[in-house]
């Protein structure tokens, strides 16, 4: 009887533990369709799944952690949203009830525990998940928990990060800044930011340890793409390109069909300077992004104003990549390079705000959030200062709580302050900064002074003058360039130079209308003073826009000068009166007796258009269409307005004026001007044009913005003819 009861007792253990497997192998099935389904994006039926798997086999543990694993993952960081939260907890504790130290469940808690900003818990389920995982010695676990303990002490590092301490008798950032908007709140939040000494080493501790869990992570899971990506954020940020490459190029080779590696890497690569491997890098992450993610980086709109960005958005797709096109072309900084340093810089920031400022708990990509929108637009701001929480409730109540973060461009702006929840890494404008943001954009749209590639990109002075080539139908376009070698050659113990100096034409469209380039050799050493001058020549039919781009660049220093101007090459009609550009010159000197061209007279133009009080001001113009008499004379009237635009210096213009009229001769004839007239009679002799030429001795003139305003009137036609042209007088150095 007792060996039946065993027996019988043996059978149903063993029918039980068949049944059991039974059900287990039932709710592995589920998990596997579950698990495809949310792989497909199906969430519904992957938690249908997931449901069912529980309740096949309610005692493994597997299926609870799956379920909680998906819950946990759909759950957001919001406070109020919170029901999936709380099922994805219920879920895993129960996983965590059957096995306790598996570390892949204690590693999904803290992440949930990240979720309900209780950093302290999941800082302990970390550490747990650790010891387990390194018991274990699984790497892909390890590497992910070494990466979520990595990010928690991100998130302390970045709380201590450019910390001050707020000046003495000064308010909170955003409360004094509101008080005191009546004032240039550039200047002010640069003065504030001085006043704001910096805590010395805040969260250098946090950091090391943030980087170090980092690198472990990628020691035990060389593919893992969130570690490398944190990771290189900051070494970015320190300079450290050597390294960045080097982990931007392991990334890429681990995932080679992925678009952040390449992108990454034309980041680092135009930070160096080699901008021809960055736009190779570029353009090799660009295609293999999913086309909305392309279409939001190379999305010019937030780089406009208002107005042209919602005219641009109205475009096709075939509108705006034509639109693209020809912007990049036409504000490309230099042309005497292959890579359009612009859209490099921009695709870079673009890369960068994804690389620091992404927001992944609010489904943000980092050009999204409002640091990605400003630096896109402005680039890395001069000076950053973090200032912690008020905890009072004075000013604007919404601040309380949320860190200050100041970001100033300097004396002459902009300035924008955001404000930060602890725990998050995200940042959001404070108050009215959106607005002022907005109100900004309007004035400056975007600006890209700072290409790491152009060391030194300085002003380069262009004058440009039309005339008439040799037939009605053909324009004679000069441009005159003052290359600036005095400050090419600045501390630099160079005699010699090679530069590079070119002229280039576009028409309206980006399409290049002419290219001339050479490349020279300068004596630094005889132009410690003095600026060498270039000329070019042109020849063209009627054109109604170019954009004209004049450019010189040292080879070893990278520096540069660049002018770009906009002219149009209307025709000098033979049959009515018309009246060539005024060329501004220091001297000009008649060559032949009759001079009847512009080669008969040796001009040394002035392409600064700048003087100093007392140096004379010459100019030159041509007179074309003049209608002759029976005996083959022309016969015009000139009258030569000299305005006062501006004066550096305050003072009654009326004296200034009448001074001015004793000099020269003129005629006093308004508040701002005086004006001298004249007539002539010319006999033509069949040649197409009348040449004049005259000198201006200012005296001693202050310095101030003037205008010479030319009007010819034909008194056999009765036609007139206008030009005006603007010169400056500057303080002595």
Same mark, same amino acid.
């Given at each position: 009887m007792k060996q039946l009861t065993n027996l019988l007792l043996s059978a149903s253990l063993l029918l039980a533990a068949h049944a059991a497997q039974a059900q287990e192998d039932v709710a592995r099935q589920h998990i596997e369709r579950g698990l495809a389904f949310a792989s497909a994006g199906d969430t519904l039926l992957a938690f249908a799944e997931l449901e069912r798997a529980t309740d096949a086999a309610p005692s493994l543990a597997d299926a609870h952690y799956q379920l909680g694993r998906l819950y946990g993952h759909r759950a957001s960081s919001v406070e109020t949203d919170f029901r999936d939260r709380l099922r994805a907890e219920r879920a895993l504790l129960e996983a965590l009830r059957l096995r306790p130290s598996d570390p892949r469940y204690l590693l999904e808690l803290a992440r949930l525990r990240l979720k309900q900003h209780m950093k302290v818990d999941a800082g302990r389920l970390f550490n747990r998940a650790l010891s387990a995982a390194e018991e274990q010695g699984d790497p892909d676990v390890l590497a992910e928990i070494h990466f979520n303990i990595g990010y928690i002490r991100e998130l302390e590092y970045e709380s201590q990060r450019h910390r001050r301490f707020r000046p003495f008798f000064r308010g909170p950032p955003v409360t004094e800044f509101y008080r005191l908007f009546d004032e240039r709140p550039s200047r002010y939040a640069d003065a504030y930011l001085e006043d704001a000494p910096a805590i010395e080493d805040s969260g250098e501790l946090a950091k090391e340890e943030m980087l170090e869990h980092f690198r472990a992570a990628l020691r035990y899971d060389p593919k893992h793409v969130a570690a490398a990506i944190r990771l290189m954020g900051y070494l970015f940020d320190e300079q450290r390109f050597a390294e960045y490459l080097a982990l931007a190029r392991r990334l890429r080779s681990e995932h080679p069909e992925r678009p952040e590696p390449y992108l990454f890497m034309g980041l680092g690569l135009h930070a160096a300077g080699r901008e021809d491997e960055a736009a190779e890098a570029f353009e090799d992450g660009l295609v293999r992004l999913h086309d909305d993610e392309r279409a939001a980086i190379e999305n010019l709109a937030p780089v406009l104003q208002r107005r042209a960005a919602e005219d641009y958005l109205d475009l096709s797709e075939d509108e705006r990549a034509e639109f693209n096109s020809r912007y990049w072309q036409l504000t490309d900084p230099l042309y005497l390079t292959e890579a359009n340093e612009r859209r490099l810089e921009h695709v870079a920031r673009v890369a960068y705000a994804d690389l620091r400022f992404a927001a992944p708990e609010a489904g943000l990509r980092g050009w999204e959030t409002d640091r990605g929108i400003v630096f896109v637009r402005y680039g890395a701001p001069d000076d950053i200062g973090v200032?912690?929480?008020?905890?009072?409730?004075?000013?604007?109540?919404? !601040?309380?709580?949320?860190?200050? +973060?100041?970001? @100033? &461009?300097?004396?002459?702006?902009?300035?924008?302050?955001f404000q930060?929840?602890?725990?998050?890494?995200?940042?959001?404008? !404070?108050?009215?900064?959106?607005? +002022?943001?907005? @109100? &900004?954009?309007?004035l400056v749209p975007a600006k890209y002074d700072n290409i790491p590639s152009i060391s030194e990109l300085l002003e380069l002075p262009v004058q440009i003058a039309r005339f008439r080539g040799e037939t009605p139908d053909e324009v004679a376009v000069e441009i005159h360039a003052a290359l600036p070698l005095v400050d090419l050659a600045r501390e630099l113990d160079l005699n010699k130079g090679e530069l590079e100096v070119g002229l280039f034409l576009f028409d309206r469209y980006g399409e290049s209308f002419l290219r001339r380039v050479g490349t020279e050799v300068v004596a630094y050493a005889e132009s410690a003073e003095t600026n060498e001058y270039r000329s070019w020549r042109i020849l063209m039919p009627p054109a109604d826009f170019l954009v004209a781009a004049v450019e010189t660049r040292d080879a070893v220093t990278w520096r540069a000068a660049a002018a770009r101007d906009t002219f149009s090459a209307w025709a000098f009609s033979g049959d009515s009166l018309s009246v060539s550009d005024i060329l501004v010159a220091d001297a000009i000197r008649p060559l032949v007796e009759d001079p009847r061209k512009r080669f008969d007279y040796d001009i040394q133009v002035n392409p600064a258009l700048e003087y100093l009080p007392g140096e004379p001001v010459h100019i030159y113009y041509e007179l074309y269409g003049l209608a002759s008499d029976a005996e083959g004379?022309?016969?015009?009237?000139?009258?030569?307005?000299?305005?006062?635009?501006?004066?550096?210096?305050g003072g009654p213009i009326s004296q200034l004026l009448g001074a001015l009229a004793d000099a020269w001769g003129f005629s006093i004839v308004g508040d701002d001007r005086l004006e001298l007239r004249f007539s002539r009679e010319v006999r033509l002799d069949g040649r197409d044009r009348v040449t004049e030429y005259l000198a201006l001795d200012p005296k001693e003139v202050p310095a101030g913005e003037y205008e010479i305003r030319l009007r010819v009137w034909d008194r056999l036609s009765e036609q007139l003819a206008t030009r005006v042209r603007a010169f400056e007088v500057t303080e002595k150095e």
């Open positions: 200032f912690g929480p008020d905890v009072t409730s004075r000013g604007n109540p919404y !601040a309380i709580g949320r860190r200050s +973060i100041i970001w @100033s &461009y300097g004396r002459d702006g902009p300035v924008f302050i930060q929840m602890p725990g998050y890494l995200d940042a959001r404008f !404070a108050g009215d900064y959106e607005f +002022i943001a907005e @109100s &900004y954009r309007a004379f022309a016969s015009y009237d000139v009258a030569l307005q000299v305005r006062v635009k501006r004066l550096q210096r």
